[in-house]
Structure formats: structure tokens, C-alpha cells
């Protein structure tokens, strides 16, 4: 039995499908636990993962849902950043004959974007939470709080923003190849 790039991607698009649901669980279990510790603080000590940030709740309710917020906004941008690649798998509207083209060359761009961002956001929580331990609260691993990687991001959207450029250049020549047939 033969790869077909038909099968690859329909492969893809199944992983893609089974990861965004996956991280929107966990977005959504950052959410409603923080929303829940504005009625019940007692339910901190059961966050998603088991993440105990009770005693950061304990030390300063700000801090808390700042570093909640932090932790929402990474998987608020890992959902998104599976639902374009969902979008992209699924509509199927790029054309592998000619893959230069200005739908795939914005979809590069904004995962290039996405991955920015993420990085961003997840070194600024850990840049937080290094920050939370130095004054002496107790904070669960930044693996565990989903923070971990912001390295990898960053590298990530720094070789997708070239690849976005490889890409523009490949549309301008194919624009300029119509013209001249």
C-alpha cells in the first residue's frame, strides 16, 4: 500500500481534530477553574492537572488570576493555532499543483504569528512564575502549568516567518511566469 498525499493529510486533519479538542478542554478547564475560585476557593487545590495554585490564591487573588490568564491565553492561542490548520486541512482550498499561492502563503504567516505569540505569552509566565517563587510562593512546575517550551515557540515561528518569506517569493515568481506566457 502506497503514501498518497491524500492519506497523509486526511491523517493529519484526524491528529489536527483530536489535538484542538484536547487543547480546548484544557483552555476551557483553565477558565472555569479560575471562575471557580471567585465562588469557592477551596476548589483551587483540584485545578486542571492537578496544578495546585492554592497557595498562590492564598498570597494575592491578583497574582492568581494573572497567572491563570497567562495559562488561558496559551491554550486560548494552541486552540486557534489547530483550528487554522483544521481550516486549511478541511476546506481544502489550496491547490498542491501549485502550491504558491497567496492562501497557503497567509496561512504560513499566521500560524508564524500564532506560534510569536504563544512563544511570547509562555515566557512571560514563566518569567512570572520565576518571578511568584522569588517572593516565596510555592508554584507546581511550569510543565505542569502548561508554560513550558517558550524556547521551541519562538524558534518555531522564527523558521515559519522564513519559510512565509520563501513562500511570497515563490507566489511573485509564479505571478511573474503567468505574465510572461
Not at 143 to 168: E, N
Request: aromatic fraction near 14%; glycine fraction near 6%.
Amino acid at each position: 500500500m502506497e503514501i498518497t498525499t491524500k492519506r497523509t493529510l486526511t491523517v493529519l486533519l484526524v491528529l489536527a481534530w483530536i489535538i484542538f479538542v484536547g487543547i480546548c478542554i484544557e483552555a476551557g478547564g483553565f477558565i472555569v477553574n479560575a471562575s471557580f475560585a471567585l465562588v469557592n476557593p477551596s476548589v483551587v487545590k483540584h485545578l486542571w492537572h492537578e496544578a495546585d495554585l492554592s497557595a498562590l490564591l492564598a498570597y494575592n487573588t491578583w497574582y492568581f488570576f494573572a497567572a491563570m490568564l497567562l495559562m488561558s491565553v496559551v491554550a486560548i492561542l494552541k486552540a486557534w493555532l489547530f483550528y487554522l490548520i483544521i481550516k486549511i486541512l478541511h476546506d481544502k482550498n489550496f491547490n498542491l499543483a501549485r502550491p504558491f499561492n497567496g492562501v497557503l502563503r497567509r496561512f504560513i504567516f499566521n500560524i508564524a504569528c500564532i506560534t510569536f505569540m504563544i512563544g511570547l505569552f509562555s515566557w512571560w509566565g514563566v518569567k512570572y512564575t520565576s518571578w511568584l517563587t522569588g517572593q516565596g510562593v510555592a508554584i507546581p512546575d511550569i510543565q505542569d502549568l502548561r508554560l513550558g517550551g517558550a524556547d521551541v515557540w519562538l524558534f518555531m515561528s522564527v523558521t515559519l516567518f522564513v519559510i512565509g518569506q520563501i513562500f511570497k517569493r515563490g507566489v511573485e515568481m509564479q505571478a511573474e511566469n503567468e505574465l510572461t506566457i
